[in-house]
Every structure is written in structure tokens, then in C-alpha cells.
């Protein structure tokens, strides 16, 4: 029997009295695509530590190929064993696709300049042999997320290491993208590479994986091939609760309330022209493809779209695509796609993140009253459960759902007649996933009309409706009761 790849035997790793892992024990082998799947605070994070050498276990082993891990003050040996692929791109936009693959340690001549040929042949080795498609001499700015994801694994790759660690890759992607990149890890697997995929899209986990494993509270909950894991089952394996189908929202009574978003031929980018409205306490949704231009349409409502032109009203009141503030005070609240990005100042506590759409609201002559923003910030924690050591922690410090919550409570905090969310669910896991929706739910009851943007089906479900954008057009507006078929093939553009 042919030893593992990667494993971990015995292990435990404690940040004071919190068990990050507790006896955890599995194994990756040769050729195969492992899922490593758990909620948010589970071990996940923990353990890739672990298994790449950034952190040592208090006890337990950790083994390659059956040999001990190498020392963990040496880098080189440990790239050459395994790599990392990190959720957030860790590419240089202004350099090119060479450079990025081999940052840091170009070729030189003699002389000590770079030896540029050299690194473009390296680079274009490296992708016909790994069947990457990209020229190697491109901007890094000018690709696709999905191509800098596979700059990225070359990368790893190109190091020696055959054992790759894909850390939530797939959360910055649209359907299309996913498909394409899912492709290449195919590739990549036939050609002997071996994976561990950590994913909180449980579809994806079905899609491409051989093998799960499911961290719980830190510990080791199974370890099962997928094709003999039901999803059901797989969900309580990592919420130690019993899964629950979706419930259906009730009929919404268009008549019986009034329009309060009316956005008219707004264009700009590739969007040509859309037109939607939505009514109080309406839940729609807002699905399409990458670069179909439902970012743009989400970020135009939110005044954050320069670019773009159109007739936006909220209650009456004109928002201009352009004006962050017009957008505020028309009383609209905008969650983006990216927590990181856009979303959250990780430096700075829960209380001072929740609160930044409210500060002409927390004080006078500019002057915030630390102590009535600080009763608003747990006020709204104790609504969203935001689960934190209190008002004054570092919001850098919270586990993804929790960061996720914040925005959510800054989105909030103005009591929003419109709520617009991009993705609102991407990068968090299937728990936080349940308890969002049902903050949105809670929004939508008391009046606030709320559009969601995704591609997400577990997203879009709840939707009294959802306009679908293909090629910057609305090419369907689908009731509630759609099939998933349905849905997908009007995103795909299949219908259109």
C-alpha cells in the first residue's frame, strides 16, 4: 500500500484554553482531491497551518511520503513538499506572469541582472507542462481572478512540491469560471498532482473531490469518500445538527406594497440599458454571470459606479451612481463582494466597523461619542449574533462569518430602505451561510426591500424573484418555484 502523501496523526494545537485541534488524525493519498470541509472556527485554518509549516503542534506528527515533516525553520524544505494556494491573491497585478511565478527568485546572469529570456522560458516551461494556456508575458492586471488562480498553483508548483493546498479558490469566482478552473484541477490531478481543497460550496466539494473530511470544534468528525456521502449527511457531520431543507418564502403581495427602488436604463460597461424595481420588504434576486454587469447594476445603486448612467430612485429620492453619500442618505445599505476588500478596516474594532454609515449619527460638530456608538455596535451584535469577545475587538480577529456579519450590521445600522448584497454569502461557512439569510429574512419582514446579487442557488432560493443578466441585459424575470435547471440555464445564457 502506497504511502500518504500528506498526514497528520495525533495532533493538538491550543491558543490558550481554546482547542484549535484535538487529536486530529487523517491522511491524503497519492493522486487524489481531498475536501477539507467545516464551519468557521472548525480547524480548518489551524491545520493548513500545521501541514505548511507556519505553525508547530503542540503535540502529534506530521508526515510526508512517511518521512518526518522538515524542520520548520526551513522554508525551501517544506515548499519542496507542499504549497499553498490562499483564498486571497497573493499575485503582483503590474507585474507580468513570469515574473509573478518566480517572484523573488528570478534567474540572474553573471553580472547579477535578471536574465529575463531565462525567466520567460522557465515560466513557458512550466505551463506546457502543467497545459496552462497563458502567455507568460501578459500583465497580471489584465487577467481574469480565474487566471490568477492558476498563476498562483504554477507557482506552487514550479517549487518542486506535488502536493497543493487550495484554499477556498473558488471564492471569488462566477459559475463559468469555477467550471473552467475545476477543469485544470482535472488536468492537474491526471498528471499526478495531489489536493487538498478546502471549500465551504458543498456542490463543489461533490464536483471535483474523492475524498472528505470534516473538522468539527477542532476535532476530526469523519473521513468518508464522497460518492458514499449524502449532502444531508455531510451537513451534519459539520453542524452536529440534523439538515433541514430551505423553507420556501411565502407568497410576496406585490400589489398590497409600494415601489420603493425604481432604477431606469442604467448603463455603462457592458451594461445596455436595465430597468427593475423593487417594493417594500420584496426579496429579489440578481443573478448572472461574470462580467454580465451585475456587480456594476449593484454597485450603481450603492453610488460606487462612476462609470455608470441612469434614472436611480429610493422612495423618491434620486441617487446618483457616482455618490457614495447620495446613496446613504436616500437610505440605501450595500454589502460587497469582498469582506476584505471593500467591506471591513481589520484594524479596527467590531463597534468602529458596524458603525461607519452612522457617525454624523453618534455625536455633533464631527465628534463620535465612543459610548453611544459602543451601546449601537452591541446592540446590533446581539441582533446579527456576531460572536466576539465584545465591541472593542479587532474585527480582523472574528472568524469569516462573524467579519461577514459586521458588514452586514454597517449595512444595517441606518435602518435601510433598500438592502443590496453582492455574494453575500461567498467565503463562509454552511452555518453562517443559514444564519445570514435568515438576518436578511428578518430585514425583508420589517419593510426593507433587499437585492441580492449572486450566482449562488442557496442564495437566490429565498427570492420572491430574479432577474437574470446576460450580455448586460435582462433576459428573465423568474417567480418564486423555479427549478435549478431553470435558473442556471438562463445564467449560462443557454435560454438567452
Not at 271 to 295: K, N, P
Not at 353 to 379: P, Y
Not at 403 to 416: D, G, M, S, Y
Not at 441 to 457: C, F, N
Amino acid at each position: 500500500m502506497m504511502q500518504p502523501v500528506a498526514q497528520a496523526i495525533d495532533v493538538n494545537k491550543r491558543y490558550g484554553s481554546t482547542a484549535a485541534l484535538d487529536a486530529v488524525t487523517f491522511a491524503i493519498a497519492p493522486g487524489e482531491t481531498h475536501a477539507l470541509v467545516g464551519r468557521n472556527g472548525a480547524g480548518k485554518s489551524t491545520l493548513v497551518s500545521l501541514l505548511t509549516g507556519l505553525q508547530q503542534p503542540d503535540s502529534g506528527t506530521i508526515l510526508f511520503d512517511g518521512e518526518p515533516a522538515p524542520p520548520y525553520g526551513d522554508r525551501a524544505a517544506w515548499r519542496s513538499r507542499v504549497a499553498c494556494v490562499y483564498q486571497h491573491s497573493m499575485i503582483v497585478p503590474h507585474f507580468t506572469v513570469a515574473e509573478n511565478i518566480f517572484l523573488n527568485r528570478y534567474p540572474r546572469r553573471r553580472g547579477g541582472g535578471i536574465a529575463w529570456n531565462q525567466l520567460r522560458e522557465r515560466a513557458r516551461a512550466l505551463m506546457d507542462e502543467w497545459h496552462i494556456g497563458l502567455d507568460v508575458e501578459a500583465r497580471a492586471s489584465a487577467l481574469s481572478v480565474e487566471e490568477r488562480q492558476l498563476i498562483e498553483i504554477v507557482r506552487a508548483l514550479s517549487f518542486g512540491a506535488r502536493f497543493v493546498i487550495l484554499d477556498e479558490p473558488t471564492a471569488h469566482l462566477e459559475s463559468a469560471a469555477i467550471a473552467r478552473l475545476f477543469a485544470h484541477l482535472r488536468s492537474l490531478k491526471d498528471a499526478g498532482v495531489t489536493m487538498l481543497f478546502i471549500s465551504h460550496h458543498l456542490q463543489e466539494v461533490y464536483d471535483v473531490c474523492d475524498t472528505v473530511t470534516v473538522l468539527r470544534d477542532g476535532k476530526r468528525i469523519c473521513t468518508s469518500a464522497v460518492s458514499t456521502l449524502g449532502k444531508d449527511a455531510l451537513i451534519e457531520a459539520m453542524t452536529g445538527e440534523t439538515a433541514e431543507p430551505v423553507a420556501q418564502t411565502a407568497t410576496f403581495d406585490r400589489k398590497a406594497s409600494p415601489v420603493v427602488l425604481d432604477a431606469r436604463d442604467v448603463r455603462g460597461g457592458c451594461v445596455q440599458g436595465v430597468s427593475l424595481a423593487l417594493r417594500t420588504g420584496e426579496l429579489v434576486g440578481l443573478a448572472g454571470i461574470g462580467g454580465s454587469g451585475t456587480d456594476d447594476i449593484a454597485r450603481a445603486i450603492a453610488g460606487l459606479a462612476p462609470q455608470m448612467r441612469g434614472e436611480i430612485t429610493v422612495d423618491g429620492r434620486t441617487v446618483d451612481p457616482a455618490v457614495v453619500r447620495s446613496a446613504i442618505e436616500a437610505g440605501v445599505g450595500f454589502v460587497p463582494r469582498d469582506r476584505h476588500e471593500e467591506g471591513l478596516v481589520l484594524g479596527l474594532s467590531v463597534a468602529e466597523n458596524a458603525t461607519m454609515t452612522i457617525d454624523d449619527l453618534l455625536g455633533r460638530f464631527g465628534f463620535i461619542e465612543s459610548r453611544k456608538r459602543d451601546a449601537v455596535a452591541r446592540e446590533l451584535m446581539t441582533r446579527l449574533d456576531i460572536v466576539a469577545s465584545g465591541a472593542q475587538q479587532p474585527v480582523g480577529e472574528l472568524s469569516g462569518g462573524n467579519q461577514q456579519k459586521t458588514v452586514l450590521a454597517r449595512a444595517l445600522a441606518r435602518r435601510p430602505k433598500v438592502l443590496v448584497l453582492v455574494h453575500p454569502t461567498a467565503g463562509v461557512d454552511v452555518k453562517s451561510k443559514e444564519t445570514l439569510l435568515q438576518d436578511v429574512q428578518r430585514a425583508r419582514e420589517s419593510g426593507t426591500a433587499v437585492l441580492i446579487v449572486s450566482d449562488e442557488v442557496e442564495d437566490l432560493r429565498p427570492c420572491d424573484r430574479v432577474y437574470v443578466i446576460f450580455g448586460g441585459r435582462i433576459v428573465a424575470e423568474i417567480p418564486a418555484g423555479w427549478h435549478e435547471n431553470e435558473l442556471v440555464a438562463q445564467i449560462e445564457g443557454v435560454s438567452a
